[in-house]
Nanobody, 117 residues
Framework: QVQLVESGGGLVQAGGSLRLSCVAS????????MSWYRQAPGKQRELLAT???????NYVDSVKGRFTISRDNAGSTVYLQMNSLKPEDTAVYYC???????????WGQGTQVTVSS
């Protein structure tokens, strides 16, 4: 079982930046595909970015060019660097891990990001 702990959320003004971190334990981190999701009030949880065990990253169009996902295998940590933040980026941000051969993945507890206008 994988345990995930996110940190780095907070309140920021529009145009500002935040870096989220997610520390994983309980499995061999370098073998995991890691993703960031977010969920705004009244909306479905949406996938933002994924980085594979091989380091290939993909983004949803709404954050492409503003957000960057990266990983530190030695530190068992995945990051989400968020720049040029907008009020519509306000949400709870979740870390997610899975191996492609697994039936299920694992979620962190989430971290709140609030962007003021």
């Amino acid at each position: 079982q994988v345990q995930l702990v996110e940190s780095g959320g907070g309140l920021v003004q529009a145009g500002g930046s935040l870096r989220l971190s997610c520390v994983a334990s309980g499995y061999i981190f370098r073998l995991l595909d890691m993703s960031w999701y977010r969920q705004a009030p009244g909306k479905q949880r949406e996938l933002l970015a994924t980085i594979t065990d091989g380091g290939v990253s993909n983004y949803v169009d709404s954050v492409k060019g503003r957000f960057t996902i990266s990983r530190d295998n030695a530190g068992s940590t995945v990051y989400l660097q968020m720049n040029s933040l907008k009020p519509e980026d306000t949400a709870v941000y979740y870390c997610y891990s899975r191996r492609r051969t697994w039936d299920r993945g694992y979620w962190g507890q989430g971290t709140q990001v609030t962007v003021s206008s």
